[in-house]
């Protein structure tokens, strides 16, 4: 493979890499962790096991430190020990005689000559190991790990010199302690924890395996974060870029209208006009949505609040209505109700923008009846009521009412034009305006909306 295509690999398949590298480096750490912990443990067990045979060799020394220069005393204290140790096996059968030696030795000119041990019939020989001589010169016990491999056994043999009283040198104290007990037990314990890094290993692994994928959908969100953007941008774009000749169109249009008699256009031909006019404004309606989404979702939409007087904007948004309303056959009013202030720090045409979709919308979905719009005041907020009696919605309905692109979709709402932005721009510029929306409907009796915003705090003035 080249070198070219080696990259592009590793920078196609970066997820995998990056859990190769984990699947190998986090199993590779806890391995070596728990090896140095064994290793650490034996180590320890091993100078714990040789300090407890050099003390009870010690100990030994002081129970015998007026009798070293009897041989039968020193012979029946071996003999006792044996037998206690004996005795303790039968009342547990799982105990193990740690000492499975114990000889004690005379000075013999340049050897060691037996007087006392587990084992009578070696009383009375002669031993000339280095290690006793080491021993008996050094005036210190002294402790060297004999393994046999015949049995996988390992012992600690203590050499050491037994004083009198008067702290001179009478005899030799070899022990041998098996280690058998103790490492079985580490063994078991090194197995068990073993075992349970094999399992976490596993675990990792396969969490690992889990995170690749999860690596890969976050490269995947990425991408359509990306894609998004680009999306975004291309609406933004898109939608300046219709506006003109859209603009340009309607005007043209409208020209055509007012000039009709002027310039002798037929009632046929001027019917035509009128529906390419609603369809201008539609689109140009549709154009500006879209513009104002691309606006919210990039931060761009502007927020030029002051402290504004509501209820008269209100009344003449609603009074923009009357004619639509009237052709429909519905009530449509603005009343005041408790309202002791309306002075709310808001934009003034962003205002205009939510009513003029609140009421509009409550037109268009009142087939025919009433629409009340109320402005009151309480608790130091100021509510925008718009009330209707048309055709209401479900509680499903009401959750996904403020999404993009939502539209109540059923028999009653299929002649009933939208594109599902206008609600979903609503409450943002509300929020933007740190106010809040909500809605309260029922399918068939109508549906209220509530926009409410902070009032402003009136300054007192100075007597």
């Known amino acids: 493979m080249k070198v070219s295509n080696i990259n592009i690999f590793l920078k196609d398949n970066k997820q995998f890499i990056y859990s190769i590298v984990l699947m190998i480096v986090i199993p590779s750490v806890i391995i070596f962790n728990t090896w140095l912990f064994s290793q650490s443990l034996k180590n320890t067990v091993d100078q714990s096991l040789r300090d407890k045979a050099v003390g009870v060799s010690q100990s030994i020394n002081i129970s015998l430190a007026n009798s070293l220069s009897s041989p039968e005393e020193l012979q029946k204290y071996v003999d006792n020990w044996k037998k206690f140790s004996a005795n303790q096996e039968l009342i547990d059968e799982k105990y193990e005689d740690d000492v499975i030696a114990l000889d004690i030795l005379y000075r013999d000119n340049d050897s060691f000559k037996l007087i006392a041990s587990f084992d009578k019939d070696k009383i009375g020989q002669s031993y000339d190991s280095m290690a006793y001589v080491i021993a008996w010169n050094s005036n210190w016990p002294s402790a060297q790990k004999i393994i046999d491999h015949s049995n996988n056994n390992y012992y600690w043999m203590v050499v050491s010199p037994m004083k009198d009283s008067l702290g001179d040198k009478q005899a030799l104290l070899v022990m041998t302690i098996s280690a058998n007990a103790i490492d079985t037990a580490l063994s078991i314990a090194l197995t068990n924890s073993y075992l349970v890094l094999i399992f976490s290993v596993i675990a990792i692994i396969l969490l690992l395996l889990a995170n690749s994928r999860l690596f890969e959908h976050a490269l995947l969100y990425q991408k359509i974060k990306e894609i998004d953007q680009m999306k975004d941008e291309f609406i933004s774009m898109a939608s300046h870029e219709l506006r003109t000749p859209v603009t340009v169109i309607r005007g043209y249009i409208l020209m055509l209208i007012e000039d009709s008699k002027r310039l002798a256009i037929t009632s046929e031909a001027l019917e035509y006009l009128n529906t390419i006019k609603i369809s201008t404004e539609r689109l140009g309606s549709l154009i500006e949505d879209l513009l104002n989404v691309s606006r919210i979702e990039q931060g761009r939409m502007k927020n030029d609040s002051h402290p504004i007087d509501v209820y008269p904007i209100v009344e003449g948004v609603t009074n923009q209505f009357l004619i639509q309303a009237k052709e429909k056959n519905i009530s449509l009013t603005c009343t005041k ?127």
């Open 337 to 463: 109700e408790n309202l002791e202030s309306s002075i709310v720090n808001i934009d003034k045409d962003r205002l205009e923008q939510v009513l003029v979709n609140i009421i509009g919308n409550a037109i268009k979905y009142t087939p025919s009846g009433n629409v009340d719009v109320k402005v009151r005041s309480k608790n130091n907020s100021l509510f925008i009521l718009v009330k209707d009696s048309g055709i209401g919605m479900t509680a499903k309905e009401r959750e996904h009412l403020f999404e993009k692109f939502y539209r109540i979709k059923n028999s009653k709402t299929n002649d009933i034009i939208g594109t599902g932005l206008g609600l979903w721009i609503t409450k943002q510029i509300v929020e933007l305006m740190n106010g809040s929306i909500s809605v309260d409907s029922m399918e068939g009796a109508g549906s209220l909306f509530t926009i409410e915003f902070p009032l402003v705090k009136e300054e007192k003035k100075e007597r």
